[in-house]
């Protein structure tokens, strides 16, 4: 779906009008294609802490060319900082030694991440400094401008060597739609990362299983798993069989007709998943609903004349909510969820910062993250979970919201536009990567780093 503001700064006359009116001027953002490099150009390294040393070699292995010592003559698609060598807050100032000198050096869309030693692991004025990074690099998420982008990941203590594929995503365009965003590896202890052959495949010989796989947000989760090379296993309800069925075929993948909030859901899912496939590697928490009305208008099903009021909350918090820790809990029980496995929400930013007319939408999403949080320290054999909270997300659905409201929700973030439903399912891809085991109990916002909430 195309976005007519952006068309329209993007003309000669627009470009002359909104300057003049101080009006947003979003950058058309780059996003990975199939077969193109994980990065088109050089990222330069600084800073001297635990990962100074190895951060050439592991973008070397990653196909990406990386090089210390940075001349501000020369171009960069990105730049990394190692700040886990700041250990007090006076020595803050080698961010602003690194990254002035070369910003003005920075190609369009450029990547930017900022390492640090997650702070609730270090004491005194180390720790200080390192907390001080988030605002360091969410202020410069919000200055970079031109469709960059800016994160901050915290690395553990031995979690090193497990960094690799978070660098792979944050470098790259599959992260367009992510900024701001403050990553932890290794914080819920460090498990070795599996071995990728080959990072364009890194989920060959994997089976995912996606709910509400038939369009959205779903079918694109589906896709982009199966480029990767997992078998799918999409899942949704009857009424959109024939759709799914058909995304499915095209992908050469399996399926499953069901009700996720069915009593014997949880079941007949293992079932089939331990049948057919022997197990499954990602499972993917996608399915959701939307049933929006203030609290005060949401009748409970016994004062109404019919349920369908109360079944406004009733409904979304069973759909959204207790279904997805139904099915988790039962994978988890039955032993579905092979060894190294990656079981991810959908939340949404409306879990974080609420919405008006969503406390039903906007409790069951804080819930998903409150899965994460119950079970990130609990899952052995290296299973993880972690969650994604879109923000304004271009889908059909959005492209039924009055106009004014809609340029409103796409324009209040840092890209100053709306992301799109590869933006979340490329971050789902980073996460069920076998090389990304370190990476648990987080939720990233693919949000374009909204100017509202957390």
Not at 246 to 272: C, N, Y
Not at 349 to 372: E, P, R, W
Not at 412 to 420: I, M
Request: aromatic residues 4%; glycine residues 12%.
């Amino acid at each position: 779906m195309s976005d007519l503001y952006q068309d329209f700064t993007s003309s000669a006359i627009g470009r002359q009008i909104t300057r003049l009116l101080g009006l947003p001027q979003p950058t058309r953002l780059e996003r990975y294609a199939e077969g193109a490099p994980l990065v088109d150009g050089t990222v330069a390294v600084g800073g001297r802490g635990r990962l100074a040393e190895s951060l050439v070699g592991i973008l070397d292995t990653l196909g990406i060319a990386g090089v210390e010592s940075a001349d501000p003559e020369q171009r960069y698609k990105g730049l990394v900082f190692d700040a886990t060598g700041l250990t007090s807050s006076d020595r803050l100032v080698a961010l602003r030694d690194f990254f002035t000198p070369l910003l003005r050096s920075l190609d369009r869309c450029p990547r930017i991440v900022v390492i640090g030693t997650p702070p609730e692991q270090v004491e005194g004025s180390e720790r200080v400094a390192q907390r001080a990074l988030e605002g360091f690099t969410r202020s410069l998420g919000k200055e970079i401008g031109r469709g960059g982008t800016v994160q901050l990941v915290y690395v553990a203590d031995g979690a090193e060597g497990s960094v690799a594929s978070t660098l792979a995503f944050l470098l790259s365009p599959k992260s367009a739609y992510v900024s701001g965003q403050v990553v932890r590896v290794g914080a819920h202890g460090a498990t070795k990362p599996g071995k990728v052959a080959d990072w364009t495949r890194p989920l060959d010989g994997k089976v995912a299983v996606v709910t509400g796989a038939s369009r959205g947000i779903g079918e694109q989760i589906a896709r982009v798993l199966h480029r990767d090379g997992a078998t799918v296993v999409g899942i949704d309800v009857p009424q959109a069989a024939s759709e799914l069925q058909g995304v499915m075929r095209e992908l050469g993948g399996d399926h499953l007709v069901l009700d996720i909030t069915a009593k014997d859901a949880p079941q007949r899912i293992a079932h089939h998943l331990k049948t057919k496939h022997g197990g499954v590697d990602v499972v993917v928490h996608n399915a959701g609903i939307t049933r929006d009305r203030r609290l005060a208008n949401l009748a409970a099903p016994t004062a109404a004349r019919n349920s369908r009021e109360g079944d406004r909350f009733d409904q979304v918090i069973a759909v959204n909510l207790t279904a997805p820790e139904r099915i988790t809990r039962g994978l988890l029980d039955q032993g579905v969820i092979n060894k190294g496995g990656s079981i991810i929400g959908v939340a949404s930013i409306a879990g974080i910062a609420g919405n008006v007319g969503q406390t039903n939408y906007a409790a069951s999403k804080a819930g998903v993250i409150g899965l994460v949080d119950s079970l990130a320290d609990e899952l052995k054999d290296g299973i993880t979970i972690n969650a994604v909270a879109p923000g304004f997300i271009i889908t059909q659905m959005t492209a039924a919201v009055p106009f004014a409201t809609r340029e409103v929700g796409q324009r209040l973030n840092a890209l100053a536009q709306g992301g799109l439903p590869v933006d979340v399912a490329e971050t789902i891809a980073w996460y069920a990567n076998p090389a990304s085991t370190a990476v648990n109990g987080n939720v990233v916002r693919v949000c374009g780093q909204m100017m509202l909430g957390a």
